[in-house]
């Protein structure tokens, strides 16, 4: 295959070794994977993954922008966020479970050349500068945690993005190879900070309420099905990524829309307890993003749906305005959705798994 000019990311899992060696293997393997598949999912419709290596990722773009950095500190922050949300829900007293906290996420990224080639049923990268990415793990950066970007990344950068890094030339049988780090320590601190595990009343800054004509337990699964979900969001395909454990927290459900699905748009849970309440993180257009709690509770056979959303302040003197947009958009929004989960009530979906439950 021709030469490709872009942008290499190795993604490596810190303290892989030790936390390996020293720990029980069903569980640890668990863990491990879990981390690597939200790394992969993170990178979806980014970064093309060419190649996994146990406690790595090799992935490629042809982009060469800061938006890479971006999406690497996006992918950082998730990771940590599965790591809390595995420990969260342990209650398993083995090694593996009590240390997984120890473990870290480091990412080498380097502009250069690479090819692919087909070996078997499998493609491998292959060139001069993925040899470098992989030597490059192995540097004298003093941390656990970072982005070790080489000069030739750097110099598609602006100074404003360079200027967060620090510099740190690395010396190897092939001469000395110029680069930097940035510390992703407060990526991590603000990742964990920013999680809303609940909307209320009061932080509310669109409050709605919906009745549905069926039990909480049938309306939370309409909410949660990714077949169901597809048909209220109106979108052609929704994939569901499982959560810490194979639960809902921190679950992921991916809405692929365009021509091609090549658009994607991501619903987080940030916090659940069904069928009482859902707190969902969700990509939303004018703010970016924001949260919204779902509170279901039977009122006689019906179920009252009171839905709580915020977002960000917007700054400047627009961000009044914008905010008044972006709640009558959401509403019309919300409101489509609420019909469509009626008609699926009025269809009986749902209701048949509800009853096995009940039954079971």
Same mark, same amino acid.
């Given at each position: 295959?021709?030469?490709?000019?872009?942008?290499?990311?190795?993604?490596?899992?810190?303290?892989?070794?030790?936390?390996?060696?020293?720990?029980?293997?069903?569980?640890?393997?668990?863990?491990?994977?879990?981390?690597?598949?939200?790394? #992969?999912?993170?990178?979806?419709?980014?970064?093309?993954?060419?190649?996994?290596?146990?406690?790595?990722?090799?992935?490629?773009?042809?982009?060469?922008?800061?938006?890479?950095?971006?999406?690497?500190?996006?992918?950082?922050?998730?990771?940590?966020?599965?790591?809390?949300?595995?420990?969260?829900?342990?209650?398993?007293?083995?090694?593996?479970?009590?240390?997984?906290?120890d473990?870290?996420?480091k990412?080498?990224v380097?502009?250069?050349?690479?090819?692919?080639?087909?070996?078997?049923?499998?493609?491998?990268?292959?060139?001069?500068?993925?040899?470098?990415?992989?030597?490059? #793990?192995?540097?004298?950066?003093?941390?656990?945690?970072?982005?070790?970007?080489?000069?030739?990344?750097?110099?598609?950068?602006?100074?404003?993005?360079?200027?967060?890094?620090?510099?740190?030339?690395?010396?190897?049988d092939?001469?000395?190879?110029?680069?930097?780090?940035?510390?992703l320590?407060?990526?991590?601190?603000?990742?964990?900070?920013?999680?809303?595990?609940?909307?209320?009343?009061?932080?509310?800054?669109?409050?709605?309420?919906?009745?549905?004509?069926?039990?909480?337990?049938?309306?939370?699964?309409?909410?949660m099905?990714?077949?169901?979900?597809?048909?209220?969001?109106?979108?052609?395909?929704?994939?569901?990524?499982?959560?810490?454990?194979?639960?809902?927290?921190?679950?992921e459900?991916h809405?692929?829309?365009?021509?091609?699905?090549?658009?994607k748009?991501?619903?987080?849970?940030?916090?659940?307890?069904?069928?009482?309440?859902?707190?969902?993180?969700?990509?939303?257009?004018?703010?970016?993003?924001?949260?919204?709690?779902?509170?279901?509770?039977?009122?006689?056979?019906?179920?009252?749906?009171?839905?709580?959303?915020?977002?960000?302040?917007?700054?400047?003197?627009?961000?009044?305005?914008?905010?008044?947009?972006?709640?009558?958009?959401?509403?019309?929004?919300?409101?489509?959705?609420?019909?469509?989960?009626?008609?699926?009530?009025?269809?009986?979906?749902?209701?048949?798994?509800?009853?096995?439950?009940?039954?079971?």
């Amino acid at each position: 295959m021709p030469a490709t000019q872009g942008t290499l990311v190795l993604a490596d899992i810190s303290g892989y070794t030790a936390y390996m060696a020293g720990v029980e293997h069903e569980h640890s393997l668990e863990i491990i994977g879990e981390l690597i598949e939200t790394i #992969a999912n993170s990178f979806d419709s980014r970064l093309h993954i060419d190649q996994l290596e146990g406690d790595a990722l090799c992935a490629t773009t042809e982009r060469t922008d800061p938006e890479i950095l971006a999406w690497l500190n996006d992918t950082f922050g998730r990771f940590h966020e599965r790591l809390r949300d595995i420990r969260e829900l342990s209650t398993c007293p083995c090694r593996a479970c009590a240390s997984a906290s120890d473990l870290g996420l480091k990412f080498i990224v380097h502009r250069g050349e690479f090819s692919r080639q087909q070996i078997g049923h499998a493609v491998q990268l292959y060139g001069t500068d993925v040899n470098l990415v992989h030597r490059l #793990a192995k540097n004298t950066v003093p941390l656990r945690e970072y982005v070790f970007a080489t000069d030739a990344t750097l110099a598609g950068w602006p100074e404003s993005v360079r200027q967060g890094f620090v510099a740190a030339p690395q010396r190897y049988d092939v001469g000395e190879v110029g680069a930097a780090y940035a510390d992703l320590a407060p990526v991590k601190e603000k990742a964990l900070k920013d999680r809303v595990v609940e909307v209320t009343p009061q932080t509310s800054k669109l409050t709605l309420r919906y009745r549905y004509a069926g039990p909480p337990e049938q309306v939370a699964f309409i909410l949660m099905d990714p077949e169901t979900r597809k048909r209220y969001l109106g979108v052609p395909r929704v994939d569901l990524i499982p959560g810490a454990k194979g639960t809902y927290l921190g679950a992921e459900f991916h809405c692929r829309h365009g021509k091609n699905l090549e658009g994607k748009t991501v619903f987080r849970i940030t916090a659940c307890d069904i069928p009482d309440f859902i707190t969902t993180y969700m990509e939303f257009p004018m703010v970016g993003h924001a949260y919204r709690t779902d509170r279901l509770r039977a009122e006689g056979r019906e179920t009252v749906n009171d839905v709580y959303v915020t977002w960000d302040r917007l700054p400047g003197p627009l961000g009044p305005v914008k905010e008044k947009g972006t709640a009558l958009m959401a509403k019309v929004y919300f409101d489509k959705s609420a019909n469509a989960i009626r008609k699926m009530l009025a269809e009986g979906i749902g209701a048949d798994r509800i009853r096995a439950t009940a039954a079971s």
